[in-house]
């Protein structure tokens, strides 16, 4: 069992960054990969980016690719995600999950979900 805690959600200026961070309970981290969803009022959840257990291999949406950027500290079992060049359009709770197998990009294959931290971008 994996427990997940996302924070450092906030409100911010179109063109600014965040950092969000999920910490995961459990000694088994480093078998996981990690992925960042995404979920705006009235719109499915979507991929925003993920990455391997190891931490060599990252994934992104096209809409975040360049802006965002996916890591991990494996001794602090805790994954990150950067979000720089903000915009209004980002604006939504981001949930971070774990899985061990199956396709980075699909909800379906994390087990494990965080309750989520609310990004909101201001224009």
């Known amino acids: 069992q994996v427990q997940l805690v996302e924070s450092g959600g906030g409100l911010v200026q179109a063109g600014g960054s965040l950092r969000l961070s999920c910490a995961a309970s459990?000694?088994?981290?480093?078998?996981?990969?990690m992925g960042w969803f995404r979920q705006a009022p009235g719109k499915e959840r979507e991929f925003v980016a993920a990455?391997?257990?190891?931490?060599?291999?990252?994934y992104y949406a096209d809409s975040v690719k360049g802006r965002f950027t996916i890591s991990r500290d494996n001794a602090k079992n805790t994954v990150y995600l950067q979000l720089n060049s903000l915009k209004p359009e980002d604006t939504a709770v981001y949930y971070c999950?774990?899985?061990?197998?199956?396709?980075?990009?699909?909800?379906?294959?994390?087990?494990?979900w965080g309750q989520g931290t609310q990004v909101t971008v201001s224009s």
């Open positions: 999950a774990a899985g061990v197998s199956g396709s980075l990009y699909y909800l379906r294959t994390y087990d494990y």
């Open positions: 459990g000694r088994t981290f480093g078998r996981y990969y």
């Open positions: 990455i391997s257990g190891s931490g060599v291999s990252t």
